[in-house]
């Protein structure tokens, strides 16, 4: 069966070789048993139960929480040749009872339907009608209340275990800890599964994560620097802001649109098609937007704020680069969001235990923001993974930052703090280190106290970074009451006494071997693979299939991907059979394009 399995994989979706642990998952569910798969957004998902789905006699159900994600997955079905339907409220009453018939005359490979159709009597009576070869559970993460996709519905899907004991199960998900992993297994009943678990590492994802103010002028350098003309998604906190970067980068000269929970359904609808169907275009979005959005080609994923832990920043960031191709994951936030993100915790109505994982969670977060070391191994360790050795693909591999011994410089500061009495802001305790002559300090008599002026060999924008990161770490806090004054932690104590090293990040970042000009020549640009020579010839396939796109009013990615057009580009294949050559054009794509493609790809002889 493993031998059709393969023979699936280069025929219909012209792919070479499995990824992963793709034959293994694959090979488990012809036989017949359970799998859990945990795979990195990207990893391809979706062959490991396409593919047993067309091997095993009758249809493959694929339970998805999103409708958007569901039709998209079935137009690029029918690219392959692939007998895929769906069923959910967009559909009228007619193209249901087709549907269902094709279902129960076993003319259905694939069948997607969401979680709370699934759990209707209607659809579980026509489901033991029909010839099932397995349940794909999507997206099983939502099945977690510690999770920020928890969805009630998917806590029933149990009952298939119990209703088709014979009918093989996987369950996938791209975000899973150890807990996550363990609800999966218990609320689906899935005890006696074979799990398979793939490295959670994106090595084409370049990360990069700056704490700073001036998040606008910060998210234009990266975006002019690396991403000039890309397709990308800038995640915001508010709905009022999304709206207001959205407006920005059109000023700016650039094609970008809103997207949050606030607007009309139809314009979501709209500023999302549009997404997936043109090129360059930034949607600024709250995490409202993605969730439903498979796009291969997003080459960067930009937070103006902070997300709520590191699942939530893996998963939104592992949005950018599916396709496998040079990407980024940039992130600005601000000591605000610091503050905000705690409070809220602690302000949250949930249980005791709730708020220490909600904690922790933040913590992690701000662990992984505040580190010098390299971003991708302290990400992998979350997720239970060692990288052993740094990636050299992230700002800090790129561009080490600087430390210094700052136990001293923090002695003070935290000493300042308590001898104002803990009632004021950084900016203020700032000043009396310095030993300003201001008004408001000789009023309060703090001119006499024994830190005034104490930290005067420090310039003012250097304590400013040290007080960030004094309140990143958690030695201080800002006060309840939400005044912004500065107040000790547990944890200032031994470092107040000098009984605790501390290294602190220096503004400036090392101008070392690998600086700008490192970083730059590893940047995330998709040129990179192509030479000056095939460009040409790249852009008119590009043209050829946003044309033939339109024409069947689906995104340009699911006739071919960047990469296959890339590959096309290079190679300059001359005949149909040259064509399967290329990863990802399997032997539907050359009847249905081919000679488009082979046309206009004679148009460019090489010289
Ligand atoms: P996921 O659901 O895990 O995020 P997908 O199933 O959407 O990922 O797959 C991501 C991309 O990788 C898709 O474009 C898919 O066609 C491609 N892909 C999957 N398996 C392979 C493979 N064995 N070889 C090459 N490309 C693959
Ligand atoms: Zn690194």
Redesign the pocket.
């Known amino acids: 069966m493993m031998e059709r399995a393969r023979k699936i994989?280069q025929d219909v979706?012209g792919?070479?070789?499995?990824?992963l642990e793709?034959a293994n998952i694959i090979k488990t569910l012809l036989s017949g048993e359970d799998v859990l798969a945990l795979?990195?957004?990207?990893?391809?998902?979706?062959?490991c139960y396409q593919i047993p789905a067309l091997v095993r006699e009758g249809t493959g159900i694929v339970i998805s929480p999103l409708i958007a994600l569901m039709q998209d997955q079935v137009a690029a079905l029918h690219q392959l040749g692939v007998k895929a339907a769906y069923l959910n409220s967009t559909l009228s009453f007619d193209q249901i009872r087709q549907v269902e018939n094709a279902l129960l005359n076993g003319r259905l490979d694939l069948l997607y339907v969401a979680p709370e159709r699934l759990m209707t009597a209607d659809m579980l009576r026509l489901l033991d009608r029909a010839k099932l070869a397995l349940f794909a559970i999507d997206e099983a993460h939502c099945v977690s209340q510690w999770g920020h996709d928890f969805r009630p519905e998917y806590k029933q899907l149990s009952i298939l275990h119990e209703r088709y004991p014979g009918v093989p199960r996987i369950a996938l998900t791209?975000t899973a800890d150890a807990r996550t992993r363990d609800e999966i297994i218990t609320e689906l009943g899935l005890d006696g599964a074979a799990q398979f678990i793939s490295s959670f590492d994106r090595p084409n994802i370049c990360y990069h994560i700056h704490e700073g103010d001036n998040h606008r002028q910060a998210l234009w350098r990266f975006l002019a620097k690396h991403h000039p003309h890309d397709a990308g998604v800038v995640y915001c906190m508010s709905r009022r802001k999304t709206e207001e970067i959205a407006g920005w980068l059109c000023e700016m000269g650039r094609k970008a649109l809103p997207y949050h929970a606030g607007l009309p359904a139809e314009v979501r609808q709209q500023h999302q098609d549009r997404f997936l169907r043109e090129d360059g275009l930034i949607i600024v979005a709250t995490i409202a937007f993605g969730m439903g959005i498979?796009k291969?080609d997003v080459r960067f994923v930009a937070h103006l704020n902070l997300p709520k832990s590191i699942e939530a920043y893996y998963q939104e960031t592992g949005r950018a680069g599916?396709?496998?191709a040079p990407a980024s994951a940039w992130m600005s936030y601000g000591m605000r969001d610091v503050i905000l993100l705690r409070q809220m915790v602690e302000d949250s109505p949930g249980s005791e235990l709730f708020k220490r994982v909600m904690h922790a969670k933040l913590e992690a977060l701000l662990g992984l923001c505040d580190t010098a070391s390299c971003r991708r191994q302290v990400l992998l360790a979350y997720f239970g993974e060692e990288l052993t050795k740094p990636c050299g693909n992230c700002d800090n591999c790129l561009n080490p930052p600087e430390q210094f011994d700052a136990a001293e410089a923090a002695q003070k500061a935290l000493s300042c703090v308590y001898r104002t009495g803990q009632r004021f802001g950084a900016n203020y305790v700032i000043d009396v280190l310095l030993g300003k002559q201001d008004e408001r300090i000789k009023r309060f008599g703090h001119d006499r106290l024994s830190t005034f002026g104490i930290g005067s060999d420090i310039p003012q924008s250097e304590w400013k970074s040290i007080f960030r990161q004094l309140v990143l770490q958690g030695f201080l806090i800002s006060d309840v009451e939400g005044h912004g004054s500065l107040v000790l932690t547990e944890k200032a104590r031994p470092l107040l006494r000098g009984e605790q090293k501390l290294m602190l990040r220096k503004r400036k970042r090392k101008k070392g071997l690998k600086s700008e000009r490192a970083a730059k020549t590893s940047t995330p640009v998709r040129q990179v693979e192509l030479s000056p020579a095939d460009e040409p010839l790249f852009e008119a396939l590009r043209a050829l299939r946003l044309k033939l796109a339109r024409q069947q009013n689906v995104p340009p990615y699911v006739i071919f991907?960047d990469s296959a057009l890339m590959q096309l580009a290079m190679i300059r294949p001359k005949t149909a059979s040259d064509l399967l050559l290329v990863?990802?054009i399997g032997e539907k794509k050359v009847s249905a394009y081919g000679e488009a493609f082979l046309a206009e790809i004679a148009k460019f002889p090489r010289r």
């Open positions: 994989l979706f792919y070479q070789e499995f990824r793709q795979m990195p957004t990207g990893g391809g998902k979706s062959l791209a498979d291969p599916r396709d496998g991907h990863n990802g």
